[in-house]
């Protein structure tokens, strides 16, 4: 029998997270007819973002995305959105006071995760070593350790369309701060942990393990960890409601 334990005991675990993943699994059905876009294959896809411009990020592409989502969020809002212009998103919110901010973050998040196919979330293998997205152009939200030859190697996960993708360096990849002696981790159990940045003061949380990715790489799931840090005065980086 496998120990690797579902959602739903996970749950029944953490009973204080029922409401947010009730709204999550709604937001999931909200948005179960949306199919992914017609993308170019992984290996073109691969060989396009080589200058650094993340895909999401190219005209063409920028556009698909915004013709897919304007029926639920404003065109102009939604490029500004795309761009990781939040000073400009921030704006337009100011200058639509019905429009809900984080709902609609939410809502266009889950939309572009919807539309990004599955084969061109899988970095893993590739060289893509910059601490932003390649598919979104996103910072991370969280982290991952995977075994990797007789060591482990790190893996940042992309809040906005899920990516995820390798990352060689030590140290943050909010402030490119690589002194570790100014970065201490905070072990919360076996499988979770805080890689905290003493020069900005940013917390990447990270899963140390494998084969329960379902639960751990969704960043609401451990929503108490966020709650701990905020009460330590940490800043959270790359979550898609926040900014
Ligand atoms: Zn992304
Ligand atoms: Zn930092």
Request: charged share 30%.
């Amino acid at each position: 029998m496998s120990k690797i334990q579902t959602l739903e005991t996970y749950l029944d675990a953490h009973n204080f997270l029922r409401e947010i993943a009730d709204f999550h699994r709604e937001l999931d059905e909200q948005f179960s007819a949306i199919q992914p876009l017609n993308f170019p294959p992984r290996e073109k896809v691969l060989e396009l973002v080589k200058d650094g411009v993340p895909l999401l990020q190219r005209e063409n592409f920028l556009r698909q995305i915004l013709d897919a989502t304007k029926n639920f969020v404003p065109y102009e809002l939604a490029e500004k959105l795309l761009q990781q212009d939040n000073q400009s998103a921030e704006k337009f919110f100011s200058e639509h006071e019905d429009l809900n901010k984080t709902l609609t973050r939410k809502i266009f998040w889950t939309a572009v995760d919807k539309l990004v196919p599955a084969e061109l979330k899988r970095w893993e293998r590739d060289d893509w070593q910059k601490n932003y997205c390649p598919i979104c152009g996103r910072r991370p939200t969280m982290a991952q350790l995977k075994k990797f030859n007789d060591g482990r190697a790190r893996y940042l996960l992309c809040g906005g369309c899920h990516t995820l993708w390798n990352w060689h360096r030590l140290g943050c990849p909010y402030c490119g701060n690589e002194n570790l002696e100014r970065i201490h981790i905070l072990e919360l159990d076996s499988k979770m942990r805080l890689d905290v940045c003493e020069e900005c003061n940013c917390y990447l949380k990270t899963y140390s393990a494998e084969d329960e990715e379902n639960i751990y790489l969704r960043d609401w799931t451990t929503l108490h960890l966020d709650l701990m840090a905020e009460e330590k005065s940490l800043r959270k980086v790359g979550a898609v409601e926040l900014e």
